[in-house]
C-alpha cells in the first residue's frame, strides 16, 4: 500500500515535526529515518555522520543543529524502549535530504519541503536584515534584493534560452502562475487592484517580497546547476518551483500572496521616508550581501 505522504494539508515532515520549551523546531532521527524508509538505523547513522560534517565544512556549529538524545522507540505489543538517538535542526535534515535518493517519492517531498523553509528561514535570519527595525525598511532591502536577484535570473534564463523581452514575460508568468496559484501578472494586476503601468515588486509588504525572492533565487540556481536547457523547460522550471514555494506557505498555515494586503507604491516610501531611515537600509544592505545556496 502506498504511504500516506499527506494528512490535512500537512507534509509528514510538518507532522512529525516538535518544538522545544524555547520555540526551536527540531526533528528526531529515529522518527525522521522511519519515514524517510531506512529500515535500519545504523545505515542512517552513518548519514547523520555526513551531515555532521557538512555542516563544519559550511560553518555551521554542530552542537546547534545535532544534539544527542534518547528516543523512545515502539518495540511490539504497544511496549517502547528508550533508544539513543538524535534532534535534528531543520538545516540538518536539509542536508541529510539533500544527500538522499531523490527517486523515492518521500525523499523528492523531503528535498522540496526543507529545501523551500531553510532558505524561508535564512532570508528572514539574515543579518543585515534582522537590524531593521520597521516594516518599510524591511521592505526595501527586500526590494533591492528582488532587483538584483532578477538581473540574475534573467541572466539564467538566457543562458537557458529566454532570449527576447516576450520571452522573458512568459518566463516570469510561469514563476508568477507557480506561486499565485495560476495567476499570471496581468491576473495578479486585476486581483490587487493594480494599474497597468505599476510593478507588482513596487507593492508588495516584506512577506510576499521575501517568498518572490526565494522564488526568483531558488530557479536562478536550478537552472544554472541542472544546466537547464530549452524556453518550454526553463518556463517549467520557474513554475514548478513558484508552485513549491506556495505549497509550503500552504503548510505552515501561510496567507497565499494573490491574498495579502496591497502596500503603498515603494517609490512612493522612498521619497516620503526620513534620510536617517533609507541611510540605515543601505549601511545594513551594504554590510553583509544576501547569498543563496
Given at each position: 500500500?502506498?504511504?500516506?505522504?499527506?494528512?490535512?494539508?500537512?507534509?509528514?515532515?510538518?507532522?512529525?515535526?516538535?518544538?522545544?520549551?524555547?520555540?526551536?523546531?527540531?526533528?528526531?532521527?529515529?522518527?525522521?529515518?522511519?519515514?524517510?524508509?531506512?529500515?535500519?538505523?545504523?545505515?542512517?547513522?552513518?548519514?547523520?555522520?555526513?551531515?555532521?560534517?557538512?555542516?563544519?565544512?559550511?560553518?555551521?556549529?554542530?552542537?546547534?543543529?545535532?544534539?544527542?538524545?534518547?528516543?523512545?522507540?515502539?518495540?511490539?505489543?504497544?511496549?517502547?524502549?528508550?533508544?539513543?538517538?538524535?534532534?535534528?535542526?531543520?538545516?540538518?535534515?536539509?542536508?541529510?535530504?539533500?544527500?538522499?535518493?531523490?527517486?523515492?517519492?518521500?525523499?523528492?517531498?523531503?528535498?522540496?519541503?526543507?529545501?523551500?523553509?531553510?532558505?524561508?528561514?535564512?532570508?528572514?535570519?539574515?543579518e543585515a536584515y534582522n537590524r531593521l527595525s520597521t516594516e518599510d525598511e524591511k521592505r526595501v532591502f527586500l526590494r533591492n534584493?528582488?532587483?538584483?536577484?532578477?538581473?540574475?535570473?534573467?541572466?539564467?534564463?538566457?543562458?537557458?534560452?529566454?532570449?527576447?523581452?516576450?520571452?522573458?514575460?512568459?518566463?516570469?508568468?510561469?514563476?508568477?502562475?507557480?506561486?499565485?496559484?495560476?495567476?499570471?501578472?496581468?491576473g495578479i494586476h486585476k486581483r490587487k487592484g493594480l494599474a497597468k503601468s505599476q510593478q507588482i515588486p513596487d507593492h508588495m509588504?516584506?512577506?510576499?517580497?521575501?517568498a518572490n525572492l526565494f522564488r526568483a533565487t531558488q530557479t536562478e540556481e536550478k537552472l544554472r546547476r541542472e544546466n537547464i536547457?530549452?524556453?518550454?523547460?526553463?518556463?517549467?522550471?520557474?513554475?514548478?518551483?513558484?508552485?513549491?514555494?506556495?505549497?509550503?506557505?500552504?503548510?505552515?498555515?501561510?496567507?497565499?500572496?494573490?491574498?495579502?494586503?496591497?502596500?503603498?507604491?515603494?517609490?512612493?516610501?522612498?521619497?516620503?521616508?526620513?534620510?536617517?531611515?533609507?541611510?540605515?537600509?543601505?549601511?545594513?544592505?551594504?554590510?553583509?550581501?544576501?547569498?543563496?545556496?
Amino acid at each position: 500500500m502506498k504511504k500516506d505522504l499527506s494528512q490535512q494539508g500537512l507534509s509528514v515532515f510538518e507532522q512529525i515535526k516538535q518544538t522545544d520549551e524555547k520555540g526551536n523546531e527540531f526533528w528526531m532521527a529515529r522518527q525522521l529515518a522511519k519515514t524517510l524508509d531506512y529500515t535500519d538505523f545504523r545505515n542512517f547513522s552513518g548519514v547523520i555522520e555526513k551531515a555532521k560534517e557538512a555542516c563544519i565544512n559550511s560553518g555551521h556549529p554542530v552542537k546547534n543543529h545535532i544534539v544527542e538524545s534518547n528516543e523512545m522507540v515502539a518495540i511490539g505489543s504497544g511496549a517502547e524502549r528508550e533508544m539513543p538517538g538524535y534532534k535534528l535542526s531543520r538545516y540538518t535534515c536539509y542536508l541529510i535530504v539533500q544527500n538522499a535518493d531523490p527517486s523515492k517519492e518521500v525523499i523528492a517531498l523531503g528535498q522540496s519541503y526543507f529545501a523551500v523553509q531553510t532558505r524561508l528561514q535564512e532570508i528572514t535570519q539574515m543579518e543585515a536584515y534582522n537590524r531593521l527595525s520597521t516594516e518599510d525598511e524591511k521592505r526595501v532591502f527586500l526590494r533591492n534584493e528582488m532587483s538584483k536577484h532578477n538581473t540574475h535570473l534573467a541572466t539564467a534564463a538566457k543562458n537557458a534560452g529566454v532570449i527576447t523581452s516576450l520571452d522573458y514575460a512568459i518566463f516570469q508568468n510561469h514563476g508568477y502562475m507557480g506561486l499565485y496559484g495560476g495567476l499570471d501578472a496581468k491576473g495578479i494586476h486585476k486581483r490587487k487592484g493594480l494599474a497597468k503601468s505599476q510593478q507588482i515588486p513596487d507593492h508588495m509588504g516584506s512577506t510576499e517580497l521575501a517568498a518572490n525572492l526565494f522564488r526568483a533565487t531558488q530557479t536562478e540556481e536550478k537552472l544554472r546547476r541542472e544546466n537547464i536547457k530549452g524556453k518550454h523547460n526553463a518556463n517549467q522550471t520557474h513554475f514548478e518551483v513558484g508552485k513549491k514555494v506556495r505549497k509550503t506557505i500552504q503548510e505552515l498555515g501561510g496567507t497565499m500572496p494573490e491574498n495579502l494586503p496591497v502596500a503603498d507604491s515603494i517609490k512612493k516610501l522612498e521619497k516620503t521616508a526620513k534620510p536617517k531611515q533609507l541611510k540605515t537600509v543601505r549601511q545594513n544592505k551594504e554590510a553583509k550581501d544576501y547569498k543563496g545556496y
